[in-house]
């Protein structure tokens, strides 16, 4: 069986400083630090920085008064920052600069006296924050048809903003949506998709053309993951998400002759390389790597532990 695998998966710059910033944390004031959510949307990330000595929390009233307080990648409500500093947390935040960025441009849409359309999927960690640091009314809008449902007030006065991790192509229909019923709505049309959100779709686009079946190592609750699995199959490549090895179902594999394996941002490459290791047990493989796009994006640590 010929193995393919994309370029570039796993981890991106933003899952790097976050899983940095608990691992120096930890080292810099001792264990436990507390960590407010999955740091990064993947079980065997979170099981490492727990043997390490972190200690994953779902609400800030877990964490003892004066604690060093970790919050994820994915970002946090103004009411949470307001919750840390009122119980006297030492908070640092892991939240992705481009996560950041997302939280910045709404902010300053709203101080324009514009109301903010987010669009992304509700109940997601990082859409509870953003929406939670827009000051005003913000209206999240997930699909196509969620636009005409909207009840603008000043329609002349709108601006959208998006997850980072959505699909480019149906990100894009949506704001064609927005703009054919809104023509005065400002935004940065898919911009907001971070470049490993992009890259990793773009180098599974590829994967596509080439597979019999893709493999996506990643977690069920991972977005950017989920989105590489979808954009596989509306290609018409049966394509499956699995959080690592022990999860694959060797019947997926009858008749496949290349298999295209790719991780989303928060999935380790370990898990990618014992997926490689089982299926080398299984059968004879050929392993290859498409040529991709190179990543040179690097974050720099908050100054508490630079
Ligand atoms: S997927 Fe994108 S936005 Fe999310 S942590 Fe990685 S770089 Fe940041």
Request: hydrophobic share 40%; charged share 25%; with cysteine.
């Amino acid at each position: 069986m010929r193995v393919i695998l994309a370029q570039p998966r796993g981890f991106c710059a933003g899952v790097v400083r976050a899983i940095e910033i608990v691992e120096r944390a930890i080292d810099k004031f001792g264990p436990p630090v507390y960590v407010r959510h999955e740091i990064v949307h993947n079980r065997h990330v979170v099981e490492s920085l727990k043997a390490k000595g972190a200690q994953f929390v779902e609400e800030l009233d877990e964490v003892p008064a004066g604690a060093v307080t970790i919050f994820s990648a994915h970002g946090v409500s103004r009411a949470v920052e307001d919750d840390a500093e009122g119980r006297g947390l030492q908070v640092i935040d892991a939240t992705c600069p481009l996560v950041e960025k997302v939280h910045l441009e709404g902010q300053r849409y709203a101080a324009r006296g514009r109301e903010v359309v987010l669009i992304g999927h509700a109940g997601h960690p990082e859409v509870i924050g953003t929406i939670g640091q827009i000051p005003g009314t913000v209206h999240l809008v997930s699909k196509v048809e969620d636009v005409a449902k909207l009840k603008i007030a000043h329609p002349d006065q709108l601006a959208f903003v998006t997850q980072t991790t959505l699909s480019i192509d149906d990100t894009r229909q949506i704001v064609d949506a927005l703009r054919a019923r809104f023509p005065g709505i400002v935004g940065p049309n898919t911009k907001d998709i971070c470049y490993a959100t992009q890259n990793r779709q773009v180098a599974v686009r590829e994967l596509a053309e080439l597979a019999d079946a893709i493999l996506v190592i990643g977690a069920s609750n991972s977005s950017n993951s989920n989105r590489l699995r979808e954009l596989a199959e509306e290609r018409g490549v049966p394509s499956y998400l699995i959080e690592g090895v022990e999860a694959l179902d060797w019947s997926w594999l009858s008749g496949v002759e290349t298999l295209g394996i790719t991780a989303g941002a928060s999935a380790p490459e370990r898990l990618v390389q014992e997926l490689i290791d089982a299926l080398g047990k299984f059968t004879d493989i050929q392993v290859s790597v498409l040529p991709g796009r190179e990543e040179h994006t690097h974050f720099r640590l908050p100054a508490q532990l630079a």
